[in-house]
């Protein structure tokens, strides 16, 4: 099956940056949509990022407007969520999750249109 596996969460300051990884395996990256999901305590998972099967389409939540960058290396095998301007807020589990496979090629901020998921790392955004 599917293998997804999140890396780069930690402790930073507000106004800190971090860059997640998302290393797959067990299939081919460009053959998926990846998404970038975060749940804070008390809250709902909710879309961060996505970055469709081709590259060619990426999607970014209302929340994180011009600070959060999704990008991808197929040599790697491998998805990244570059976030700068770190706030409080952004405190979460950072999730990655590959679509589900009847519409694979597509982006979606909907955590049940993905099939495959990660464990999650923590983000912690604090002084």
């Known amino acids: 099956q599917l293998q997804l596996v999140e890396s780069g969460g930690g402790l930073v300051q507000p106004g800190g940056s971090l860059r997640l990884s998302c290393a797959a395996s067990?299939?081919?990256?460009?053959?998926?949509?990846v998404g970038w999901f975060r749940q804070a305590p008390g809250k709902e998972r909710e879309g961060v990022s996505c970055i469709s099967s081709s590259g060619a389409s990426t999607n970014y939540a209302d929340s994180v407007p011009g600070r959060f960058t999704i990008s991808r290396d197929l040599a790697k095998n491998t998805v990244y969520l570059q976030m700068n301007s770190l706030k409080p807020e952004d405190t979460a589990i950072y999730y990655c999750?590959?679509?589900?496979?009847?519409?694979?090629?597509?982006?979606?901020?909907?955590?049940?249109?993905?099939?495959?998921w990660g464990q999650g790392t923590q983000v912690t955004v604090s002084s």
């Open positions: 999750a590959a679509r589900l496979p009847s519409r694979r090629n597509f982006c979606s901020g909907v955590p049940q249109d993905f099939a495959f």
């Open positions: 067990r299939f081919t990256l460009g053959n998926y949509a």
